[in-house]
């Protein structure tokens, strides 16, 4: 993926500012961050999202992330820590290589616009765990 961003910081064509780096994963800071420390995790192999994620960068790339949000607590004294990872055009997702956003939070930062939530009965919450499960 020539063009893709990441990719281009993965083989070392663009500058990031680097946190961790193993195997499978690649950790820096966003240039565009909603606090200081807002870090990425990413997978090196260009992976465009969640669903195309092998067990092992799964795994991986979530032992990466617990590991940047225990920096990012300690080195910002944030007083919370938000994940978020958006998946596809509809999920929010603006860069196409998998990542995995680390936020430090502060108390009141109002950072993120919570969703409307309504709550389903029962009957619909076990209806929609059966397709679920089928399709898992
Ligand atoms: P998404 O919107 O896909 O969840 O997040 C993509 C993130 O990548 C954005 O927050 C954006 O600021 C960040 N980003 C885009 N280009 C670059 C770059 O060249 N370097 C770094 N460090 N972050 C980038
Ligand atoms: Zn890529």
Redesign the pocket.
């Known amino acids: 993926m020539d063009d893709c961003?990441f990719c281009r910081?993965v083989k070392g064509e663009?500058p990031?500012s680097k946190i961790h780096e193993d195997e499978h994963t690649l950790a820096?800071?966003?240039?565009?961050a909603a606090h200081p420390g807002h870090a990425?995790v990413i997978v090196k192999e260009h992976v465009e999202n969640l669903y195309g994620l092998s067990d092992a960068q799964s795994a991986a790339v979530f032992q990466a992330t617990t590991r940047v949000a225990r920096a990012v607590k300690a080195a910002t004294g944030c007083d919370g820590v938000t994940l978020?990872q958006?998946n596809e055009v509809a999920g929010?997702?603006?860069?196409f290589h998998f990542?995995i956003?680390v936020l430090p939070r502060f108390k009141e930062d109002n950072l993120l616009p919570f969703w409307k939530a309504s709550a389903p009965g029962r009957a619909e919450l076990d209806e929609m765990a059966a397709r679920l499960r089928e399709v898992l």
């Open positions: 961003i910081i663009l990031a820096f800071l966003n240039i565009v990425l978020f958006a929010g997702q603006t860069v990542h956003h």
